[in-house]
Each structure stands twice: as structure tokens, then as C-alpha cells.
């Protein structure tokens, strides 16, 4: 019954969202890394780089060193964006002079708007220079970082008479404070398990203006309304063995609130009432796998040298709107490859069914990184998809000192192979007559005698130990 009323309460308070200063949702405040962008976006079950804060903080306990980053700037143009400026630049004149135009243009100008241009969002997004910090191995793995990113977006609506457009964003800053903690043995299954949160501090500032005509643009005043809040991140992972990663994650536990204030124009009698927007919690689960070896065929392989890994996500599974097993499925499912070696990172995937690739490399301080992907918009993959680059270039120390790859993830050779055999071997030396037939000691204790300084067999018998007397000559 509670649930009931519960439920019925939240369905009343979404309903009269435009009466009351409350809203039901709002975007979640997520830094988006180029290396899992370029994976498929898969990343909970890897999580070993400064990427780990937002997908998932108990992974940060796999590092095998700290890691210093100092700036990190990331650039994210749509491709909606270069098809939207060649219009614009073909009709700059035509929109900014509008009112004025012959009645036959006007009508030409809007069809190409209605049956073209409306389909595109042009989107950027924005990372100012992020820093951060993420210790080595301890027994608390601890962390902080600063971020910040701009999301904004706008898109041509279809009008009859004289078009407009809709302006929409997001100014994120985020404080954010990880720990974690790995337990080495766990009572009645083999393995580790390491569990960790984040702690994050959210200021944001967000831009909605819609249906804005063209011939507003002179005096066009967006209101950008300021808000704040705290929340809460939990991450989980099981290493049952060293090459493989289960992960869990739950993003915003328990919702985080943001809260607006009031705003108003200064040059229009516009204003934003002071409002609480929720960021409800996702769900997500996540693998990561690194074979040593590829199997092509029964019985034959390819050697990976244990510097290829493959990762596998679900997101958002708990949804009840858009529901796992459902025609959502394929637009919660991301996996992803990368393959390394020395300097240079390859990667690819699929993020919500469309393809992602990328590359990254890296110069000791210095690194540079790109991705390519499609997201997905509307309710199933398939349906609203949205093309994307990234460009990212950062300076960081212990850029490579994550989850262990190549040599450093390869088994250590045995110690005591080298030396049993040398010794074996110069053990076994000729018996002499006289020194079979002579006593043995009690208790010979094992000395390395090297064969310079055995005795030759016709020379006298070895010398007994110092408790019995010399025999008479």
C-alpha cells in the first residue's frame, strides 16, 4: 500500500511540473573519457585510469602506481554541427534579412528547413582543463579531481511562418573525492573484491530556451539559471582471477538533488522560478577480460602477449521505463576492444548497436587521444543516432601504470629451475674404490663442491671429519 502511495504521489508531482517548483528529471552529471567512448563505451568492468571516478571508483584499487594529471582537455563536436554550418553559410544572408524577403523565398527557405535541417541537433561539448590525482596501492586507494564540461546543443524546429529554434545546455562543475578499498581473500570463493565510492560536489548552471524566433535574435537574452548539490557514487568489483574484472556500479545513489535559483532577464520580462531537479540512479554492470591467447580455429591460436582487452557493459538495467529485456536491450549494451603496445592504443566497439573506434598515444608526459561513436536519442538503437568526435589532449603521470598488461600481466618464470639443475649436476661425481668402501659420516651437511676442487681418483681418500682420530699410515 505505501509503495502504492508512493508511487501515485510521484506521478501527481511530475504532472504539475509546470505549477510547482519541482522537477522530475534532470541530466546526469557525467564525464564522458575518450578511452571508453572509443570502446563502446564499455568501462565498468575495467576502470583502472582517471575515467574509473565516474565508471566505476572501486576500480582505482587495480592501479599499480599513482597517477598525476595535471590538465586534461577534451573537445566534442557533433557531426549534426558541420551539416548545420553549410546551411548557415549558405543561407546567412536569407535568415538574417528574413522579414524582408519576397514571399516566394520565404516559403522555399522554410521547406528546406521543414524537411531537412529540423532532423539535425547540433551539439558541442566543452572540457576546460579537468585535473586530478589517483593514488597507488594501499590499503585505502583514495583520489580527488576537479572537472568541468559544457553540453549544449540546439536544433530548427519545423514552423509555417517564420522559424525558430531551441537552445538547450549544461555548465557542469564537479568536485569529487574516490575511495576504495580491495580485500586480498574473501571467506568461500576465490579471488578479490574491492568496493569504493565517490564523493561529488555538483554546480551547475543550465541553459532551456525554446521555440526562440529568428527575428528575436537582436535583443536574445538566454537565462542562466544556477544550481548546486551533493551525491553519492558506489562501485563494486570481483577479480575471481588476474585476467578477468566483474563490475557493478550505481551512479547517484538514491538520487541526487539539484537545486535552481530564481533567475531573471534584465532586457526581456522573462525569469525562471527557483526549482529542485532530481538526477535518479542508473545501474550498471560490466566485464573486462584480458585472453593470453585467441583461438581461430580447434587447436589453433594467436599469442595476444596479454595486450589485447575486451570489455562488455550494461547500462541503466533497472530502468522500469525502458526495461532490459525489452527493444531497449540493444541500446543498453556497449562492448569494446583495445589493443596496446608501446606507445600506441587501439580500440573499437559498438555503443547502443553503432560502431565506435579510436586511438590514443602516448608520449611519457604528453597524450594524445581520439574517438569516434554514435549515441543513440530515442527509445531503441536505431531510431534517433547521433554521430560524434572527440578530440583529447592531456598531460599525466603514470599514464600506463593501471590494470597490469603485456609483460607486467604475464606469469613470473620459476626461481628455483636455474639453480636445482647446477646443483644436481655436481653432485653426482665419481665414487673411488677407497671412498666406497670408507664410513660415512652421520650427518653430512650439503656443501656446492665445484669440480675444480675434487680429488683426482688415485689420490688419497678425502680427509674424515675433525671428531675421528686420522688412520696410521
Not at 538574417?96 to 531537412?116: G, Q
Not at 551533493?230 to 577479480?239: E, N
Not at 585467441?294 to 522500469?320: F, K, M
Request: hydrophobic content about 40%; charged content about 20%; glycine content about 8%.
Amino acid at each position: 500500500m505505501k509503495k502504492h502511495m508512493f508511487l501515485l504521489m510521484a506521478a501527481c508531482l511530475c504532472s504539475i511540473a509546470a505549477a510547482a517548483p519541482l522537477d522530475c528529471a534532470e541530466p546526469p552529471v557525467f564525464i564522458r573519457g575518450v578511452r571508453p567512448l572509443a570502446m563502446g563505451g564499455a568501462f565498468v568492468g575495467l576502470a583502472d585510469d582517471q575515467n574509473a571516478i565516474f565508471y566505476n571508483p572501486a576500480g582505482i584499487t587495480q592501479r599499480r602506481s599513482g597517477q598525476l594529471t595535471i590538465f586534461e582537455l577534451p573537445i566534442n563536436i557533433g557531426d549534426d554541427i558541420f551539416s548545420f554550418y553549410n546551411f548557415y553559410d549558405k543561407n546567412r544572408d536569407n535568415l538574417e534579412n528574413f522579414d524582408s524577403l519576397p514571399h516566394a523565398d520565404k516559403v522555399s527557405l522554410l521547406d528546406e528547413i521543414n524537411t531537412s535541417i529540423t532532423k539535425y541537433q547540433p551539439r558541442i561539448r566543452l572540457g576546460f582543463p579537468n585535473t586530478g590525482f589517483l593514488s597507488g596501492p594501499g590499503f585505502l586507494s583514495w583520489g580527488i579531481g576537479i572537472f568541468s564540461q559544457a553540453d549544449l546543443s540546439f536544433k530548427m524546429n519545423k514552423s509555417l511562418i517564420i522559424p525558430n529554434i531551441s537552445f538547450l545546455g549544461n555548465v557542469d562543475g564537479i568536485g569529487t573525492v574516490p575511495l576504495a578499498h580491495r580485500f586480498d581473500s574473501l571467506p568461500f570463493i576465490p579471488g578479490k573484491m574491492s568496493v569504493g565510492t565517490t564523493l561529488k560536489y555538483i554546480a551547475r548552471a543550465r541553459i532551456a530556451e525554446y521555440n526562440k524566433s529568428i527575428l528575436e535574435f537582436e535583443n536574445f537574452d538566454p537565462l542562466l539559471q544556477m544550481g548546486m548539490g551533493m551525491g553519492l557514487d558506489f562501485g563494486a568489483m570481483y577479480q575471481p582471477f588476474d585476467t578477468l574484472n566483474i563490475g557493478l556500479q550505481v551512479t547517484d545513489f538514491g538520487g541526487t538533488p539539484i537545486v535552481f535559483q530564481r533567475v531573471e532577464s534584465s532586457k526581456t520580462n522573462e525569469a525562471r522560478e527557483a526549482s529542485t531537479g532530481v538526477i535518479y540512479p542508473q545501474w550498471n554492470v560490466g566485464t573486462a577480460y584480458i585472453p593470453s591467447k585467441i583461438y581461430y580455429w580447434p587447436g589453433r591460436s594467436i599469442n595476444t602477449l596479454n595486450r589485447l582487452t575486451l570489455a562488455a557493459d550494461l547500462r541503466d538495467i533497472l530502468n522500469t521505463d525502458e526495461k532490459l529485456l525489452d527493444d531497449t536491450f540493444w541500446k543498453k549494451l556497449h562492448f569494446g576492444a583495445e589493443f596496446r603496445w608501446s606507445l600506441l592504443a587501439l580500440r573499437g566497439g559498438f555503443n547502443s548497436g553503432y560502431p565506435t573506434f579510436g586511438a590514443g598515444i602516448n608520449l611519457f608526459l604528453l597524450q594524445l587521444e581520439y574517438a569516434f561513436w554514435g549515441d543513440e536519442l530515442g527509445r531503441f538503437a536505431g531510431q534517433i543516432p547521433e554521430w560524434n568526435h572527440q578530440l583529447s589532449i592531456s598531460m599525466r603521470f603514470g599514464q600506463n601504470k593501471g590494470r597490469a598488461w603485456g609483460k607486467s600481466a604475464m606469469p613470473a618464470p620459476a626461481k628455483t629451475a636455474k639453480t636445482t639443475e647446477p646443483q644436481i649436476a655436481e653432485s653426482v661425481k665419481p665414487v673411488t674404490p677407497e671412498q666406497n668402501h670408507s664410513p660415512a659420516p652421520a650427518e653430512a651437511a650439503p656443501t656446492e663442491v665445484t669440480p675444480a676442487e675434487a680429488a683426482p681418483a688415485d689420490s688419497a681418500p678425502a680427509e674424515k671429519p675433525a671428531t675421528e682420530s686420522a688412520p696410521p699410515k
